[in-house]
């Protein structure tokens, strides 16, 4: 379906140096896509679903756009837009199969696309988002606009007009205000913030082809279970995934004892800012990265404890105002020249993959835990989504980017790869393995 665009902005939206970062992931280094499935309880109005997100633009005019490439790129609104599409089917896991796995042109596509899968008895809703325009939180930010306007125009709210949002060098400027030596809390250095591909990992090679998803699903209730292990011990849940994830690292790589292990892990930096919220949507997040030695025969309470002290390091600080001057930095770069590095940098590593007797052994896994999607059920008007999960974006080997997303009461694991780098029961292996971390641990 097509519309015209509903913006009607003639301003272009500058492109900040997050959406140039993730904008160069089309040379073969990412798939850039943030997904979201979303099961209902009945189905929807597709013609109110379509001018709900023809009305979701209206209020962020970036959802509107398409990435011009220049020596100093901006978002433009366009002429047309294709967003919504339904497709009905006997099978809707095939048919969110084919959606996730479907490609997304950064150049010529929108950069949201909605589907409305419809099966006999429900509606799945599937929204496709690229990571140029915003991250994860930029996401769910859109997942619930897009639900209030929905919920507005079935109770009848004709007259709804939203207020466009404006993106400025305004949440730039307050990180940097909040990060300053006037605030309490040590620093993080940007120098430890590197990280190398240092686990063992069966890699096949690191070719890029069809994407693909695995997913592991906590049992109902586990949540609560977690919960209640966490608060005896002082934990939060993302302490518990974590210390989940270092375990199931430390038991299929099986590292050395006593060596430093790296896993970066990503901070939403809206928590830095008043009302912890940006004035649009948009990339607005950071990371840290942690250090863990393997210690032989520990118990899952012990590497909690030792996942504690370093989560406590990154609660009762901050990035460093290093890390946000280099945005200034790449934004006063000529943005071709930094096309060019990267389009070299996977050329290089295609010649490299095409090598049989180069094979690379080593993986550096990223974990991202969206955390809930929504704390209270989503509603689409008098449907109830009574499941939904994140799929992240899938880097190329030897990166893999682990989620965890939190909807309802269950807790899912995702990740993707490539289908010639790595075996599909590999990944399931990976994800079931923290899945039975977090299982056993917490109810010990």
Known sequence: MSNENPTQISD??????????????KYHMANFQIQAIMKLDG?????????????SIESEPVLGCRFIKLDSPYWKPLDIIDLCSIEETDNPDKAIQRFLESPLNMDKDPVVKVRLIRSEDYDTLGLKINHACCDAAGAREFILLLSDIYSRISAGEDAFVPKPSIRSKEDHEKLLSAFSEKNSGKPWS?????????????????KVGRTHFVFSRLPYGHLDVMKSYGKARDATVNDLILTAVYRAMF????????????????????????DNKAEAIRNLSGGIVMRLARKA?????DTLSRVMSLTKIMRDGHPSKENLLWAEKIEKM????????????????????LNPFYVVNKCSPILSNFGFISKSLIKFGDNVVTDAYIAPPIVRAPGIILVASTYNGIITLGAGYYEPSVRKADMERLLNTIRDELVRGCRQ
């Open 12 to 25: 272009t939206i500058p492109a900040d140096a997050h959406d140039m970062c993730n904008y160069v992931a």
């Open 43 to 55: 189905r929807l109005d597709f013609d109110m679903l379509v001018e709900a997100v023809r009305l």
């Open 190 to 206: 940007t120098s430890k913030q590197i990280s190398f591909p240092t686990w063992n990992f069966p890699w096949k090679n690191m």
């Open 251 to 274: 038991e299929l790589s099986k590292p050395p004892y006593g060596s430093p292990m790296d896993i970066p892990v990503t901070i939403d930096l809206r928590k830095y800012l008043p």
């Open 297 to 301: 025969n520990e118990p899952f309470e």
């Open 334 to 353: 000529n943005f071709y020249q930094i096309c060019a590095y990267f389009k070299t940098t996977s050329q290089f590593i295609d010649m490299l993959s």
